[in-house]
């Protein structure tokens, strides 16, 4: 059974940081690239930042570049995404996505955690 266990998320104010992990279980983790997603009330759910099974290609949405950072660690299963001078708008549940390189292109989320911004 493949379970993604997101964790790190909370309340914090403008300008400040988080750091939120996802750690896999059940599944070859370096064979799945993995992402984050997030959903704020209201709206759809929106690729925030991927990188690739071997860590060596990230890529993230214009609103966020500069401040979010993916990162992998494949000898422990675990995915980061470091969110550093956080705004309003950045609210909303994150999810870590896992979808395997190959064919079928199996794709797993985890039941997010929620990030909240207070300005």
């Known amino acids: 059974q493949v379970v993604l266990v997101e964790s790190g998320g909370g309340l914090v104010q403008t300008g400040e940081s988080l750091t939120l992990s996802c750690t896999a279980s059940g599944l070859t983790f370096r064979q799945y690239a993995m992402s984050w997603y997030r959903q704020a009330p209201g709206k759809e759910r929106e690729l925030v930042a991927r990188?690739?099974?071997?860590?060596?290609?990230?890529n993230y949405r214009d609103s966020v570049k500069g401040r979010f950072t993916i990162s992998r660690d494949n000898a422990n299963n675990t995915v980061y995404l470091q969110m550093n001078s956080l705004k309003p708008d950045d609210t909303a549940v994150y999810y870590c996505?896992?979808?395997?390189?190959?064919?079928?292109?199996?794709?797993?989320w985890g039941r997010g955690t929620q990030v909240t911004v207070s300005s």
């Open positions: 990188i690739t099974s071997t860590g060596g290609t990230t």
């Open positions: 996505q896992g979808t395997y390189t190959v064919l079928p292109r199996f794709q797993y």
